[in-house]
């Protein structure tokens, strides 16, 4: 057993960040890596509830902050750093990934196999990664189709040039956090690697959609989207929300009713191959 609860790592730009590694006693030799998504974080909501739910069944789970999160080392939860808040893009999280993949092979050898799942962002984030050889599988939870999509508005984009850096409300904090400009270019510098349809055209891999109908943040649309391009099913999950019933903060020792069936559908997804 190996149990590592906020421990340090160094991800993207030599950042360091926050990481939990748990492998249970009776490990099956195969390791659920989460990916949070936009102005997420690794103890968001229930999600310790959900790393609960696969190690009682012999996985390994590992979750983390993104090393530009607006989190610190210090403080992962209340992004004190709105700075490097401003600096993050898609390619960062990207090789954030690349970074905790690396990670991994230290504290584990050899390498089991690697199962990312990524909720919202970060699944648009896991399908982009899905070509690194260490990756086994994919799971997309409410993820994006399009990253593009996320820069939409001639307006928005001349604004945003014009004045360097623009801001979005944090409705859980209240913080206006603010987004450089930068990201977009690093977008449009990186638009082939950061485009998740081709991705999905190129992977070999297998993959689980999920996404929950009642979803107002992330249109199931999206979900349908990936199901073409992957030519794999969308599993709907009837009244469930972007979040899949969860909130932050999650007081009961219980997962959400409907966070359970996504764990019903992600353990179904890895006994079948």
């Known amino acids: 057993m190996l149990l590592l609860k906020n421990v340090r790592f160094t991800g993207s730009k030599n950042r360091e960040s926050l990481i939990d590694f748990h ?3 009776h490990f099956n030799g195969e390791i659920i890596l989460f990916i949070h998504g936009y102005m997420g974080f690794k103890d968001w909501g229930a999600w310790n509830l959900l790393e609960k739910y696969f190690t009682d069944r012999q996985y390994g789970f590992c ?6 999160n607006g989190g610190t080392v210090d403080n ?7 700075a490097a808040f401003a600096e993050n893009n898609y390619s960062t999280e990207r090789n954030d990934v690349s970074c905790v993949l690396n990670w991994i092979a230290t504290q ?3 390498l089991p196999a690697i199962h990312l799942l990524g909720h919202s962002r970060g699944g648009g984030i896991a399908l982009l990664s899905a070509a690194d050889h260490r990756v086994s599988s994919v799971m997309s939870l409410a993820g994006i189709s399009s990253v593009e999509q996320r820069f939409e ?6 604004d945003w040039q014009s004045q360097g850096v623009k801001y979005v409300t944090n409705q859980r904090t209240k913080q206006n956090l603010p987004l450089n400009y930068s990201q977009y270019v690093d977008f449009v510098q990186h638009r082939d690697q950061l485009n ?31 199901s073409q391009w992957l030519d794999v099913p969308l599993h709907r999950i009837a009244g469930a929300d972007h979040v899949f019933g969860s909130m932050h903060p999650w007081e009961s020792d219980q997962l959400p009713v409907l966070l359970e069936r996504v764990g019903e559908e992600v353990l179904a997804f890895l006994g079948s191959f």
């Open 108 to 110: 584990v050898t050899p």
């Open 23 to 25: 492998l249970p006693k």
């Open 196 to 226: 998740i349809e081709q991705a999905c055209q190129r992977l070999q891999k297998p993959v689980l959609l999920i996404h929950g109908e009642a979803d107002t943040s992330v249109p199931i649309a999206e979900g349908e989207q990936l």
């Open 76 to 82: 992962g939860i209340d992004f004190p750093d709105p």
């Open 63 to 68: 979750k983390f902050n993104m090393s530009h």
């Open 153 to 158: 508005g001639a307006q928005m984009l001349a």
